[in-house]
């Protein structure tokens, strides 16, 4: 029966460390720091890009629904 290990375990293949163990919790925590990682990555990359805006009434003529007959 596995036991429970607070511990991440490290597991080699000839002498070569090939994967390693992680609790649940530590491994939940290390992508939830990735996710962030990401999302600031894209907020900075939103930052520099120029904006550009166009009038709320191109859009609507746009989007309008085809009228019904």
Do not use: H
């Not at 919790?25 to 990401?38: F, N, P, S, T, V």
């Not at 999302?39 to 629904?65: G, I």
């Amino acid at each position: 029966m596995p036991t429970k290990s607070s511990k991440a375990e490290l597991i080699t293949r000839g002498g070569k460390p090939m994967s390693i163990i992680l609790p649940l919790r530590e491994y939940e925590r290390l992508i939830e720091r990735l996710e962030d990682a990401e999302n600031r990555a894209a907020m900075r990359e939103a930052r520099q890009r120029k904006l550009s805006f166009r009038p709320f009434s191109a859009y609507l003529a746009e989007n309008r629904p085809a009228s019904r007959v």
